[in-house]
């Protein structure tokens, strides 16, 4: 069922501003009509040209409104200087209410840029219709018939104008929920390696299960990518690496490792590299994010560990391919896992339990129960210990009470962390990063 209209009003022919208010009105009048029973949200798009003053393209729009009784509350003007501060504010206004079925009445000649816009501020979460706005003067009939652009592929210069627009504009937002903020660990030199990992301030995402620094877009999310690229550019900005040589790991909650400079799997849950300059993330909202470093070697890694890829050995295996790669000694290896849901808080069904009671009963909380608690980090640390890991080269605060804590539960701390546990579909993800320093 449609739940919002946007209506965009942005870039019409100069022959047509004096008609504008004649247009909406009309526009207004079909979409009651149309809308008895379920009406949506609407939202009109207009441009507010340099120097205006907001408030007055606003009443000028206003005065086609009148009449509208049943539109009234639900209805909004957006006036902006650019297409992407106006969309990006109808955004906020469509997540403010869930909503994620649109129509878009807008002028032909606009769809195919407007779908450009779309394809980079929105994802897979929202579905789109379009429909013509009838454009027509008292001298000329401007609307244009579809197959005159079907087929047609915006040019690549429009394309790359757009996105330097969209980039511009969130380049331009405020931080959000305080500064950008970065653990570190104390057993990873600095003078060799650049480490950090991440927490949910100091950013630009806005929902809030995603706020503010999300480092993760989905198909299932609302944040989009340009939204992760952009707090992924300030994040580059504070710790100091390029985000340009940066890489993510491609969850797949198994145990499969990238070699960076080969070819590149699929899916992995482990990168290793000795490259310098070239930054390895792991991602984490409860999953424990856990970073390798061999000072002697000059070698460094990140993994992704949940459940399925603790009981899976991901870590050693990441280990595994930094000794087999580049000739590192197990025992020089240095291991930190980051932020992650701790036994207080994470439950897994009895079968899955079992596994990890197998490892060590002490990972294990209340075994009897048909949800027993899990400690997927002391899980890692014994499987990391058993394959030759010294158990002083391993970072986790939650057992070794070191003074400076990085192994905080995510789902008890949510003014710090994210947690699919806590937060549900919808939720952000912070990252552990690392690189070799030039």
């Not at 652009?149 to 690549?156: A, C, R």
């Not at 899976?312 to 930094?322: E, I, K, P, W, Y």
Request: hydrophobic fraction near 40%; aromatic fraction near 8%; glycine fraction near 6%.
């Amino acid at each position: 069922m449609l739940e919002a209209i946007l209506i965009d009003l942005f870039s019409l022919p100069s022959n047509l501003q004096n008609n504008i208010q004649v247009l909406l009105h009309n526009t207004l009048e079909a979409i009651e009509k149309c809308s008895a029973i379920h009406a949506p949200c609407v939202y009109v798009m207009c441009c507010q040209r340099q120097g205006s003053k907001r408030k007055g393209e606003q009443e000028f729009l206003l005065a086609a409104l009148r009449g509208f009784q049943s539109l009234k509350k639900r209805l909004e003007v957006v006036c902006a200087q650019t297409t992407a501060a106006a969309l990006y504010t109808i955004k906020q206004r469509l997540d403010e209410k869930d909503l994620s079925i649109i129509k878009v009445i807008l002028p032909t000649l606009r769809k195919d840029l407007m779908k450009v816009y779309i394809d980079h501020l929105f994802t897979a979460v929202y579905q789109f219709e379009f429909e013509d706005l009838q454009v027509i003067s008292d001298s000329e009939n401007l609307q244009i018939s579809e197959h005159q652009h079907e087929g047609q592929i915006l040019p690549s210069q429009d394309v790359a104008l757009i996105r330097s627009e969209i980039q511009m504009y969130l380049e331009s937002l405020p931080s959000l929920k305080g500064e950008l903020t970065i653990l570190r660990s104390s057993l990873i030199p600095d003078d060799i390696f650049l480490h950090g990992f991440t927490t949910r301030t100091g950013g630009i995402s806005y929902i809030p299960t995603l706020s503010s620094c999300n480092l993760f877009s989905s198909s299932k999310r609302r944040d989009p990518q340009v939204v992760v690229k952009e707090n992924l550019r300030r994040l580059a900005n504070v710790a100091g690496f390029n985000p340009e040589t940066f890489h993510r790991v491609k969850v797949d909650h198994a145990n499969a490792v990238c070699i960076m400079g080969k070819i590149e799997p699929d899916d992995y849950d482990g990168i290793v590299t000795d490259q310098k300059g070239v930054t390895l993330a792991a991602p984490g909202a409860d999953c424990i994010p856990v970073l390798f470093a061999d000072p002697v070697r000059r070698a460094c890694g990140a993994a992704h560990s949940g459940w399925k890829g603790t009981l899976l050995g991901v870590s050693m295996a990441t280990v595994n391919a930094m000794v087999s790669e580049y000739g590192c000694n197990v025992k020089d290896i240095l291991v930190v896992l980051g932020p992650s849901v701790g036994p207080c808080c994470y439950k897994l069904p009895h079968e899955s339990a079992k596994e990890f009671h197998r490892i060590d009963p002490k990972c294990v909380r209340l075994f009897d129960s048909a949800n027993p608690y899990i400690d997927i980090r002391r899980a890692t640390r014994i499987l990391l210990e058993r394959g030759g890991i010294l158990p002083e080269n391993i970072q986790d605060d939650s057992i070794t009470d070191q003074n400076q804590n990085i192994t905080f539960c995510t789902a008890c701390h949510p003014d710090k962390f994210y947690s699919h546990f806590r937060d549900g579909t919808n939720f952000g993800t912070q990252i552990g990063f690392i690189s070799i320093k030039d």
